[in-house]
């Protein structure tokens, strides 16, 4: 299929010259269309390329040979070294090698190879020609040889003893009647007609290219092309430019017009204009780039019927159309081109006085030479104070001195094209200078008086011809902000486009009038001014004109065509034929309202995209029309463009019936299809190469279709189920779904009546259908019983379900599962077993049938090794298992009595096997599917039942775990608590107290009497939370130790230390938690020190919900306290210290936390102990 190329390296180089702001796009002279590898072109090795009268495009290789109708492309294999080929008036293609001619056959789809009569063993095939008499010729090194059709074969020519002679075979050409052959020494030139010869002499000749009767160009070695002149009798050497001495490599040419030529050089493809003996250099574009062909141009072929040219590359096939000028395309930006892609949004098109054409753009503004033929780019640049140095141009006009630049910020500027220098306009007041230079210019129009009319966002502005002076024009109602198309007529009528509405004001600009228009039909998408001053404009409701009644004010709205309704064109232009042209997001579209003939042009039309810019367009003064996009320009003649389409035949390539194939040429000779071999499949297409996707088919098929049946853009057509009768095919193509053309092939065909349509078949059919009948009720009944099996199925595990209850333990759901299986399913014998996964058996825990326990009892429950006989092989595989023959089966046990049947059931949860269900039956495949469904179910509760059992007991374990729990440390907090209302920490404390009131120090006695009622208070007050304040216990502790220091003299001092992120009031801990551990470091460390000693307590919190509290003594130690414990009557240890562990281990249960005590021995450098220090981590909760 067509494909545009976007990298140059694929087929051309892109030319490119100048430097930062010049361009060498010139407009073209033809504009290439690419057929590569992605069409199925082998690239690379094509040297030769004809196309045959069914417009089918054949392409010569060294070793094969493709036939390409645009879409789909066949590959030959005639043999090697292919020379040359030829197509004959009677469309036959002819291939020429080394070792002889072939000839195509259409019948067999592939190149057979004809005979040539000679006894030369040595014959070297050259040229296939056709002399005017339409005598096919053979040139070869021993002579021609002409071709006898009837023998199929070529023999030594006869009627011309001249060609009977030795030739050299690798170049000759026929020209009207004479014929151009040569040997080593002599070229030679015979009249086919007058059998007259003259010759020139040769010298190394490699190709022969006839300019005319008398003058050809001769390929030679060495890149050097020579002249012959049969009329003066000279040879002279060829230059592509006669001044420079241009030598030149010629591959070969084709006339093209009267005195023109195309060649195909080592210079590129270039022109030939006999007449003015010059050889020219064309402009090839695509893809709107130039491109150069030098080195890449092997072969070029005319197709005089159409008018184009095929020329061969390195990388594939290029298309271009020569007689009739397309739609031409042009990029400002070229490949090499380091300018911003913006350039090549086309605005805005003028041209200048001196016929040069200027663009407004994306990037700056460009003008192409008329008489350079290159782009110049003007590029934003500087600091704005002097030149333009803003991208986005939207305004253009030219007033036969400057250019009036239009730019989307900066306001108005005026560029000079003689000096290329830039100034700015005269405002009439600083506000309009500073609005306009702020302002979003969208458009500036030439009005009838000469001045310019500004059109931007917010307001108009007016540009004075001969002064150059800009004032707004005010006072305006409403000024739309989104201005699409702006025009002024001869009538001083001002027409405004937007996509708001449309507007007009008269000439006296003081007033903004609406249009009244259906909302729907908006927006505005541009206009034209028509010569009677009807404003034509596109809307999305289609096409429409306005015009203006200067007596009564009024606007009148007419429709032009429904042609383009839906279809808002961004451009709308009429040429002076009166026909419509348009450009949409479809592209360039085409009406002419005489013919009421529509064309749309399309990408493969070489259009620069399918977004154009609203009102870019611009007639030069050639004729020209100029279309402007966001990816370059469209031009071409509108009064002289060429609207007739590409001429191509629809054509059927072949039919398949059944597997027997049949091609063109034996479509007469279809043999009748018999019934079973009716699969027809009729492949069809057309030589269309612009775009093939752009043919549409429709098909009837005369038998069967009363009308035309749409295809598609499809190639195939396959039919099937056709009854017996008489059938033609037929097929049509169109460009536009209106012209339909017709295939010259009509397909007919038989399809034979099928066997069953004789009586003997008829008969037998009845006595088939009787049988059928009967067999279907056979079926019927079959499927009533199954039905009803199936019901029965239903039934049971209803009644099993409703059986197994919530209250029930596993073995009674067991038991009760073993008597419905006997008593529902009408088994003899039914066994459970459960697995013991410590001893790996099946354990029996349920049995129903003849020898069932009383009151569900089981004295021995029988025990089998899982992975034993038929039960432990399903336990140990986990599949159910259906025995029809336990006789045969050794892994049969027999339990109370041989039964025939038995079918066993895995018990499943997940992929673990609970148990097992055995059922048994005397009766040999007594157990079927359904049984296996039911028991399969019924194993499922089970199952479920095991596993809700086994979670329901292990969640009373936790519990009862859980409350264990709880009851010890229920039971610890009231041994704590007694252990910390010690009587002999009572006793001791009494006896204090006696002993200040006898020594009469009754203040110290108050004072200690007033502490232990706090803190026996205290330890009341907590021991009923589970949880204290930090603050609470901290008091409590406080009262403790004052005590004992009170109760031991000052013995020890103490400091207690919270951090400041540990809020005491906020952090709640167990109570009494801290007590037992400062009353170890009083007792043991600090009372047998002979030196006052000190208590240090720190809390912090390092951790989110673990309290960390540090008790440290500077006592005697751990080993000097247990050295004098062990001297002492009491060896036991703390008893408080003791319950606080237990405590903390329990709370580690509770609160799934890391509670700890931690015991470290204090030592100086001498190893000596210094004290001890207890590290305590207690769980809190922090409110």
């Not at 064309?282 to 005319?302: H, K, P, Q, S």
């Not at 027809?680 to 043919?695: Q, S």
């Not at 230390?1057 to 906020?1066: P, T």
């Not at 240890?1133 to 799934?1152: F, P």
């Amino acid at each position: 299929m067509l494909k545009k190329i976007h990298i140059a390296q694929y087929f051309f180089a892109i030319v490119f010259s100048g430097i930062m702001h010049s361009a060498a796009a010139q407009l073209s002279d033809y504009h290439l269309q690419i057929f590569d590898h992605t069409s199925g072109i082998l690239p690379g090795g094509i040297s030769q390329l004809v196309k045959d009268k069914k417009g089918l495009l054949w392409i010569l290789y060294a070793n094969k040979v493709q036939c390409f109708d645009g879409q789909l492309i066949q590959t030959y294999d005639p043999t090697n070294a292919l020379q040359t080929f030829y197509c004959d008036k009677n469309n036959r293609i002819w291939v020429c090698a080394d070792s002889g001619p072939f000839l195509f056959s259409e019948k067999k789809n592939t190149f057979e190879k004809i005979h040539v009569k000679t006894n030369n063993q040595d014959l070297l095939s050259g040229y296939i020609m056709e002399f005017p008499g339409g005598e096919i010729v053979l040139l070869t090194n021993n002579g021609c040889f002409s071709y006898n059709q009837s023998l199929n074969q070529f023999e030594q020519i006869k009627d011309h003893p001249f060609l009977l002679r030795r030739f050299t075979p690798n170049a000759s050409e026929m020209y009207q009647n004479l014929l151009f052959v040569h040997n080593d020494k002599y070229l030679f030139r015979y009249n086919i007609q007058t059998k007259e010869v003259d010759s020139l002499p040769a010298i190394e000749t490699y190709g022969i290219y006839p300019i005319s009767r008398d003058s050809l160009l001769i390929n030679t070695r060495g890149d050097v092309v020579r002249w012959y002149d049969f009329n003066t009798q000279k040879i002279t050497t060829a230059y592509f430019d006669q001044k420079a001495k241009t030598s030149f490599n010629l591959r070969n040419t084709v006339s093209i017009a009267p005195s023109r030529f195309l060649l195909a050089s080592s210079v590129g493809l270039i022109e030939y204009d006999a007449s003015s003996k010059v050889f020219l250099k064309r402009n090839f574009f695509l893809d709107g780039m130039r491109v150069a062909t030098n080195e890449y141009a092997t072969y070029i072929y005319y197709d005089t019927t159409e008018g184009n040219a095929w020329m061969a590359t390195n990388e594939g096939v290029a298309k271009f159309a020569v007689r009739d000028e397309p739609i031409g395309f042009v990029k400002i930006k070229q490949m090499d081109d380091e300018i911003s892609a913006g350039i090549d949004d086309i605005r805005r098109i003028i041209e200048d006085k001196d016929g040069n054409i200027w663009t407004a753009t994306g990037y700056g503004f460009a003008r192409f030479g008329k008489t350079s033929g290159n782009w110049k780019v003007f590029s934003p640049t500087g600091d704005g104070k002097k030149t333009l140095n803003h991208e986005s141009i939207r305004g253009l006009q030219y007033d036969g001195k400057y250019l009036i630049l239009g730019p989307t910020s900066t306001g108005v500027w005026l560029f000079d094209p003689t000096t290329e220098t830039y100034t700015h306009p005269r405002y009439t007041t600083d506000a309009v200078k500073q609005r306009a230079e702020k302002d979003f210019i969208s458009d500036i129009i030439k009005m009838n008086n000469g001045d310019f009319l500004i059109s931007a966002r917010s307001a108009f502005y007016i540009l004075k011809a001969k002064t150059y002076e800009i004032h707004s024009v005010i006072p305006i109602d409403y000024v739309p902000e989104f201005k699409t198309v702006t025009a002024n007529g001869s009538d001083g009528i001002t027409w405004i486009g937007s996509a708001t509405g449309l507007y007009y004001m008269d000439s006296t600009f003081k007033k903004l009038n609406t249009v009244n228009f259906p909302a729907g039909f908006l927006p505005v998408s541009s206009g034209l001014l028509l010569r009677d001053n009807r404003f034509m404009f596109s809307c999305n409701g289609g096409l429409f004109t306005a015009k203006h009644d200067e007596h009564t004010g009024t606007v009148s709205i007419t429709k032009m065509t429904d042609v383009f309704d839906g279809m808002p064109l961004a451009i709308t232009y009429l040429d002076n034929n009166g026909v419509i042209w348009g450009a949409s997001d479809k592209g360039i579209v085409r009406f002419n309202p005489v013919k009421s003939t529509f064309r749309k042009y399309d990408y493969s039309d070489n259009i620069q995209g399918y977004t154009f810019n609203g009102s870019a367009w611009y007639k030069d003064s050639d004729g020209r029309i100029y279309f402007g996009g966001t990816n370059g320009l469209n031009y071409w003649h509108p009064e002289s463009f060429s609207v007739t389409p590409e001429p191509y035949d629809i054509y059927v390539r072949k039919i398949r019936i059944g597997n027997k194939a049949y091609s063109p040429i034996s479509f007469d000779s279809i043999a009748p299809v018999k019934y079973d071999e009716q699969s027809i499949d009729v492949e069809f297409g057309a030589a269309y190469f612009n775009n093939p996707e752009k043919v549409k088919y429709r098909y009837k098929l005369e038998g069967v279709d009363k009308e035309w049946k749409d295809a598609g853009a499809g190639n195939l057509i396959r039919f099937t189920s056709l009854s017996p009768g008489h059938y033609t095919f037929k097929i049509q193509g169109s460009l536009n779904q209106v012209d339909w053309k017709d295939a010259k092939a009509k397909i007919s065909f038989e399809i034979l009546p099928p066997f069953w349509l004789t009586w003997w078949f008829l008969s037998l059919c009845g006595v088939s259908i009787i049988g059928i009948v009967l067999l279907i009720m056979r079926n019927h009944r079959i499927k009533i019983r199954e039905k009803q099996e199936e019901l029965e199925a239903e039934q049971s595990i209803n009644h099993f379900s409703s059986s197994i209850h919530a209250g029930q333990s596993v073995d009674d759901i067991l038991w009760d599962v073993a008597r419905n299986c006997i008593s529902q399913l009408s088994f003899e014998d039914c066994v459970i077993y459960l697995v013991d996964e410590d001893r790996q058996v099946l354990v029996q825990k349920a049995a129903f049938g003849p020898k069932s326990p009383k009151n569900y009892v089981i004295t021995n429950p029988i025990e089998i090794p899982i992975g034993k006989g038929i039960t432990g092989n399903v336990a140990l595989t986990g599949k159910p298992e259906i025995v029809n023959d336990t006789s045969i089966d050794p892994r049969y046990i027999v339990d109370d009595a041989m039964r025939y049947s038995e079918i066993a059931i895995p018990i499943k949860a997940g992929e673990q096997v609970l148990g097992v269900i055995d059922c048994e039956h005397s009766k040999k495949r007594f157990f079927t599917q359904r049984h296996l469904f039911i028991l399969t179910t019924i194993a499922s509760l089970c199952a479920s039942k095991i596993v809700r059992s086994r979670i329901e007991g292990q969640k009373q374990e936790a519990e009862r775990v859980l409350r264990d729990t709880q009851q010890k440390m229920a039971e610890i907090e009231m041994q704590a608590l007694r252990a910390q209302m010690n009587p002999h920490f009572i006793f001791n404390c009494l006896n204090s107290i006696n002993r200040y009131i006898v020594k009469s120090d009754q203040a110290t006695a108050s004072l200690y009497l007033t502490r232990f009622a706090k803190l026996i208070r205290l330890i009341l007050d907590n021991s009923n939370n589970k949880s204290v304040s930090l603050a609470s216990e901290l008091e409590a502790l406080r009262l403790y130790i004052e005590m004992e220091s009170i109760r031991f003299e000052k013995q020890f001092t103490y400091s207690i230390s919270v951090d400041k992120d540990v809020q005491q009031d906020h952090i709640y801990v167990p109570p009494l938690i801290i007590q037992p551990f400062v009353e170890n470091a009083i007792w043991h460390g600090l009372l047998h020190k002979e030196t006052a000693g000190h208590l240090y307590i720190t809390f912090s919190r390092k951790i989110q919900n673990i309290l960390q509290c540090t008790i440290e003594d500077d006592g005697v130690g751990r080993e000097k306290a247990k050295e004098l414990k062990s001297k002492s009557t009491s060896t036991k240890r703390s008893l408080g210290m003791k319950l606080t562990e237990d405590r903390l281990s329990l709370l580690n249960r509770q609160t799934l936390l890391d509670a700890t005590v931690e015991v470290l021995d204090l030592k100086d450098r001498s190893g000596e102990a210094t004290g001890t220090k207890v590290i305590l981590k207690i769980p809190v909760d922090a409110y």
